[in-house]
């Protein structure tokens, strides 16, 4: 087991490496899930596993390359020929475009020679009975509960022939519910993210789903077209997410993108929103912590494996409407004359709202009908000039009328653009932590307001969602 411990199989791999330069980066991950059906419980388990990747540099007349190589369930007996591996990659690759000198000067982390932290069942301890008691409630109602708990830990060691020693540990865990009228009159779905289960009170999101499907038993027809529509924090999630991940400082400097200035350049200082919106990320914001520095097993237009290490912090990426930062790795920084700014692995919006989503639907509809959307699902890439998507809602569009849902209409396809409802937004409510339903299963880190939009594009009617 000392042999297989994870600091030592990067001290061991960086030991074996002969190239210019190395980067060793272990994962070690347990998950804990549980899943129930028609107010049941099916599966549990638990699972562990490791990777590791090796990123190997080599220095040539006309640059540096990089060869990276990356496998599950390696131990110390496999290392010499996964380094090998790395190296071989490298000396077969050309000159990086994006190789920089390594990242120095960063202080090792606390508790780096430590064992992993781990999740196991018992993380489910509380909430298991309090689901118990949602499904002994829901039944006799006439309400079928169907979902599934997760939670994962994963604690990343990096380490670097430069001398870096770097260490973060990530929970991170989310519940999502569905309540079904056992005579197939409707369906509702909410969610939560947590890190540890402790806040999580299933018999609460049982009653919101219980109001919810008492909106499903009266049909509204409604046209597709542009409507008022009032976006939940998890449906705001999603489209900011996808925002996000759209926004690399390169791509818009080369015109392809939504953040490109036309004429050339980008859209850095130009003003996106009325409303006065902060969009932003920050490693340490409560109840959404995330690495400190840089942990990136590939290089794509954003990310770069030489830039492992490099600290992250608090960063702005629109203030108040405007639009201050795109995501930079070093090389990109230089291309553009903009500050380094790396992914995010969180996002918060935020414009000082106060009311909760409830206190929005009961201030919605009193000038005219505005529809209140559950969820967004499979969300695709339009139009990369504009940021255009589409996708589907799920799971319920209702009908508001003078502070009440006074019925459930159909599932629609929308086509819109994120940039573009952030500069019609009438209305931000309060911020607090979601999940995206489309994404979140990859980006999990999120606090949105609701946002209400006068005109949002339903595009077509989609049955049967």
């Known amino acids: 087991m000392r042999r297989n411990s994870p600091h030592e199989i990067v001290e061991r791999a960086l030991a074996l490496s002969r190239a210019d330069g190395c980067t060793v980066i272990v994962a070690e991950r347990s998950t804990a899930?549980?899943?129930?059906?028609?107010?049941?419980?099916?599966t549990n388990g638990v699972t562990r596993g490791r990777t590791v990747t090796v990123i190997a540099t080599v220095d040539g007349g006309s640059g540096t390359a990089a060869g990276v190589v990356s496998r599950s369930g390696v131990t110390?007996?496999?290392?010499?020929?996964?380094?090998?591996a790395a190296e071989h990659a490298a000396r077969a690759a050309g000159p990086a475009e994006d190789a920089a000198p390594p990242v120095t000067g960063v202080p090792h982390s606390p508790g780096f020679t430590d064992g992993p932290a781990e999740t196991t069942a018992a993380v489910f301890d509380a909430f298991a009975p309090a689901l118990g008691e949602s499904f002994a409630r829901a039944r006799p109602a006439g309400r079928e509960l169907y979902g599934f708990a997760h939670h994962e830990t994963v604690t990343s060691y990096l380490g670097t022939s430069a001398g870096l020693r770097l260490r973060h540990d990530q929970p991170t865990g989310g519940v999502e519910l569905n309540a079904k009228a056992a005579d197939g009159t409707g369906s509702a779905w909410t969610a939560v993210p947590t890190r540890d289960f402790r806040e999580v009170d299933?018999?609460?999101?049982?009653?919101?789903?219980?109001?919810?499907?008492?909106?499903?038993?009266?049909?509204?027809?409604?046209?597709?077209?542009?409507?008022?529509?009032?976006?939940p924090p998890s449906a705001v999630a999603d489209l900011m997410v996808y925002l996000q991940l759209r926004a690399d400082a390169?791509?818009?400097?080369?015109?392809?993108?939504?953040?490109s200035r036309a004429g050339g350049g980008t859209r850095v200082g130009e003003k996106?929103?009325?409303?006065?919106l902060t969009l932003r990320s920050d490693p340490s914001a409560p109840g959404l912590e995330c690495a400190p520095f840089v942990l990136a097993g590939s290089s794509t237009d954003g990310t770069s494996v030489f830039d492992n290490g490099l600290p992250v912090g608090a960063t702005d990426w629109i203030r108040d409407g405007v639009l201050e930062r795109l995501v930079t790795t070093r090389h990109s920084a230089a291309l553009t004359g903009l500050p380094v700014a790396p992914y995010p692995d969180n996002l918060i919006l935020d414009a000082g709202g106060t009311r909760s989503l409830p206190e929005m639907i009961a201030a919605s509809g009193h000038d005219g009908p505005e529809l209140l959307l559950t969820s967004l699902w499979y969300i695709r890439e339009v139009d990369p000039a504009t940021l255009l998507v589409t996708g589907l809602t799920r799971d319920g569009v209702f009908l508001v009328r003078d502070g009440e849902a006074v019925g459930e209409v159909t599932n629609f396809r929308f086509n819109e653009s994120p940039v573009g409802l952030l500069s019609r937004a009438v209305e931000a409510g309060r911020t607090e932590p979601t999940l995206a339903r489309d994404i979140g299963k990859y980006f999990g880190r999120t606090a949105m307001p609701a946002l209400r939009i006068p005109d949002f594009n339903m595009s077509s009617v989609s049955k049967g969602v």
């Open 76 to 84: 110390a007996t496999d290392l010499a020929e996964l380094v090998g």
């Open 202 to 231: 299933p018999l609460a999101l049982d009653a919101s789903l219980a109001e919810r499907l008492g909106w499903s038993r009266r049909r509204v027809e409604v046209p597709a077209g542009r409507h008022p529509t009032l976006l």
């Open 250 to 259: 390169r791509n818009a400097a080369e015109g392809r993108t939504v953040f």
């Open 33 to 42: 899930n549980l899943r129930w059906a028609r107010n049941a419980p099916t």
């Open 272 to 276: 996106l929103a009325a409303l006065p």
